[in-house]
Every structure is written in structure tokens, then in C-alpha cells.
Nanobody, 124 residues
Framework: QVQLAESGGGLVQAGGSLRLSCAVS????????MGWFRQAPGKEREFAAG????????NYSDSVKGRFTISRDNAKATVYLQMNSLKPEDTAVYYC?????????????????WGQGTQVTVSS
């Protein structure tokens, strides 16, 4: 069993930055591709960023590319999402996800485990 716990959400002004963390339990963290998804009120959950199990490959949605950076520390079993130049439309609950795969799929149905989510609110 794998458990994921996000932290780092909060309220920030437009143009500001936040760093999300996701701590993962279990001895097989390095065998999972990891990703961040987000869900705004009344909208479907959408892919934001993904990182391969080795950390050598990353992928981003067009809406966050160039502003967000995903990284992982396999020794600490933690994945991060550095969010810069935040916009009000980035407001959402952000979820960490793990997929038993070498690379992260942008399809949330492919994820095997999920965290409980952390709220990010960007004020204008």
C-alpha cells in the first residue's frame, strides 16, 4: 500500500509563488511515476505536471508550462511542485498522484494512488 500526503498549499497573491510537497510512504517510491493534478470548483480534475520514476523526464500541461516545475527526491520519497507567477485561474485543490509506470500519464484514470489534496488560492 502506498500513501501520499500533500502539504504547502495556501493563499497567495497573483504573481506570487508556492511550493507544494508530497511525501510518499512505502519502499517502492522509485518505481512510480509521480504527478500533480488539480481540480477547481465545478470542473473536472486536470493534469498539471508529471515526472518519470527516474526523475529524468517531465511533462506539463500547456496552462502551467514555463511557470511550474516538478521535481522528486527518491531518497526522501518526496515529490515537489514549485509554482511561480501564479494566476487566479490556478486556484484549485492540488492532488499528488502515483502511477505504476516509468512515465506519468496525463489521464487521471491511469493513476493508482492519490493524496487527500491541498488547497491553493490565488487572489487577484
Amino acid at each position: 500500500q502506498v500513501q501520499l500526503a500533500e502539504s504547502g498549499g495556501g493563499l497567495v497573491q497573483a504573481g506570487g509563488s508556492l511550493r507544494l510537497s508530497c511525501a510518499v510512504s512505502g519502499r517502492t517510491f522509485s518505481r512510480y511515476a509521480m504527478g500533480w493534478f488539480r481540480q477547481a470548483p465545478g470542473k473536472e480534475r486536470e493534469f498539471a505536471a508529471g515526472i518519470s520514476r527516474s526523475g529524468s523526464g517531465t511533462n506539463y500541461s500547456d496552462s502551467v508550462k514555463g511557470r511550474f516545475t516538478i521535481s522528486r527526491d527518491n531518497a526522501k520519497a518526496t515529490v515537489y511542485l514549485q509554482m511561480n507567477s501564479l494566476k487566479p485561474e490556478d486556484t484549485a485543490v492540488y492532488y499528488c498522484a502515483a502511477e505504476w509506470s516509468s512515465t506519468m500519464s496525463p489521464d487521471p484514470k491511469k493513476s493508482d494512488y492519490w493524496g487527500q489534496g491541498t488547497q491553493v488560492t490565488v487572489s487577484s
